[in-house]
T-cell receptor
Framework: GAGVSQSPSNKVTEKGKDVELRCDPI?????LYWYRQSLGQGLEFLIY????????KSGLPSDRFSAERTGGSVSTLTIQRTQQEDSAVYLC?????????????FGEGSRLTVL | AQSVSQHNHHVILSEAASLELGCNYS??????LFWYVQYPGQHLQLLLK??????LVKGIKGFEAEFIKSKFSFNLRKPSVQWSDTAEYFC????????????FGTGTRLTIIP
């Protein structure tokens, strides 16, 4: 596609429910990143994929968070047993190869609200 | 681990004023530095980047930033701002090898008054 596509754009869920957030990167981009943007917190790194493998998943806040990427393309971020502190905008970005190209292309984000 | 500080949380300027947004990073080795911008209702996009060479880098829309290694700083500047520059600005740093993680600051909200 023309840009990074994320769905859903908005998700309201009840505490304790599981949610899945999807990211469709720019075609041909091998690197994919998930960040979380909370009010006043900036962008918090969650996980990075190179192809289908995740060399760096150091930012996942707890074992309730997981992510996978299949076919070197679409990625899914899953949050189990959601908590109110999980409310944030979840951003996906992709880049062509490594960050040596210098630019991440971001999607518009998935806004998650946990009631 | 690297970190980024943006000391200005919210800056309000009138049109035509000069702008300087502060960015300081903490990392002992060589780094790549970036400024990203998020206009209202839009996604984050790259404003400019520094990898090596001339420490004064120019980006889109008349923005520039200067890398001062001795001060661990990468401040963003623009001589004369416009109303359309109203946005949130994020500084980011990445070690120049290995780890692909881009670490962002907390952002500076810029409001330009017409």
């Amino acid at each position: 596609g023309a840009g990074v596509s994320q769905s859903p754009s908005n998700k309201v869920t009840e505490k304790g429910k599981d949610v899945e957030l999807r990211c469709d990167p720019i075609s041909g981009h091998t690197a994919l990143y998930w960040y979380r943007q909370s009010l006043g917190q900036g962008l918090e790194f969650l996980i990075y994929f190179q192809g289908n493998s995740a060399p760096d998943k150091s930012g996942l806040p707890s074992d309730r968070f997981s992510a996978e990427r299949t076919g070197g393309s679409v990625s899914t971020l899953t949050i189990q047993r959601t908590q109110q502190e999980d409310s944030a905008v979840y951003l996906c970005a992709s880049s062509l190869g490594s960050l040596g190209t210098g630019e991440l292309f971001f999607g518009e984000g998935s806004r998650l609200t946990v009631l | 681990a690297q970190s980024v500080s943006q000391h200005n949380h919210h800056v309000i300027l009138s049109e035509a004023a000069s702008l300087e947004l502060g960015c300081n990073y903490s990392y002992g080795g060589t780094v790549n530095l970036f400024w990203y911008v998020q206009y209202p209702g839009q996604h984050l996009q790259l404003l400019l980047k520094y990898f090596s060479g001339d420490p004064l880098v120019k980006g889109i829309k008349g923005f520039e930033a200067e890398f001062i290694k001795s001060k661990f700083s990468f401040n963003l500047r623009k001589p004369s701002v416009q109303w359309s520059d109203t946005a949130e600005y994020f500084c980011a740093v990445r070690p120049n090898f290995g780890n692909e993680k881009l670490t962002f600051g907390t952002g500076t909200r810029l409001t330009i008054i017409p």
